[in-house]
């Protein structure tokens, strides 16, 4: 990718969070039109980061940039601005569970009041066509499934045109074939839409399926970045550990007995 435009960049993230160092000194470079998937153990700093490239957390030392232009020192409407370039798909989906699925992807723009109900209604069938999904606008959040919740989470985090799209554990509480549905809209969108896109994951079926890279966290930094091809070769030892789901290894966690 040695041509492509750098998106986001980020160097030298620190982070301390309840007197413990998350982040110690991260460096990734993002680039256009890219899926990069962040791995590593739960607690690592993956979604610590994720917060820090949306601008939700500053950092305590380092910078990063969106589209060369520095963000970590902006506030109010510049850094809303900023913020306005990404969608996200929180896992879980995150849906109002008060407000019918079509009200959950528009929400936004019905807030705004920008948009008149033609408008909005329109918008709502274009993105929810987008994901599969046509006709249920009127449904609430309770009568779908998991994976048809996914989904709508999904038309939401794209019901602004984003230009990155962050995604928490995607494919967390669904079944391999609901999760592999998400797998393939997730590619979809990016052919589709040439959306940058960010994903945090343990899912490695997912991680090797979606990614043009994969980066691993471990102690705080980046200790691999590379293809999933390559990265299936990785003789990290905590790399090839991880990927393999080996319980025994150089990382080290509490033992059941």
């Known amino acids: 990718m040695k041509n492509k435009k750098v998106k986001i960049s980020i160097r030298n993230i620190k982070k301390d969070l309840g007197g413990k160092s998350v982040l110690k000194d991260v460096n990734l470079d993002i680039f256009s039109g890219e899926t990069l998937v962040i791995i590593g153990q739960s607690g690592c700093g993956k979604s610590v980061l994720l917060k820090h490239i949306v601008g939700l957390f500053t950092p305590d030392a380092g910078e990063i940039f969106i589209d060369s232009e520095p963000i970590t020192t902006l506030r109010g409407k510049t850094l809303d601005n900023i913020r306005s370039k990404f969608g996200v798909l929180f896992q879980g989906a995150a849906l109002f569970d008060s407000l019918t699925v079509g009200e959950n992807v528009a929400f936004k723009h019905i807030r705004a009041k920008t948009f008149s109900k033609k408008e909005i209604d329109k918008l709502v069938d274009e993105k929810l ?111 090839k550990q991880f990927i393999n789901g080996d319980a025994y290894g150089p990382i080290t966690s509490v033992r059941p007995f």
Do not use: C, W
């Open 129 to 239: 066509a987008l994901v599969g999904l046509h006709g249920i606008s009127h449904q609430k959040p309770a009568e779908l499934s998991g994976g048809m919740k996914k989904r709508v989470g999904l038309a939401r985090a794209i019901a602004s045109d984003p230009e990155i799209i962050l995604y928490d554990e995607p494919t967390t509480g669904l079944d391999p074939i609901n999760a592999d549905q998400i797998n393939d809209l997730i590619i979809h969108l990016r052919e589709e839409l040439a959306i940058t896109s960010i994903a945090v994951t343990h899912d490695m079926v997912s991680a090797y399926k979606i990614s043009d890279r994969i980066a691993m966290l471990y102690d705080g930094k980046v200790i691999e970045l590379n293809t999933p091809s390559v990265l299936r070769r990785s003789k990290n030892t905590f790399v």
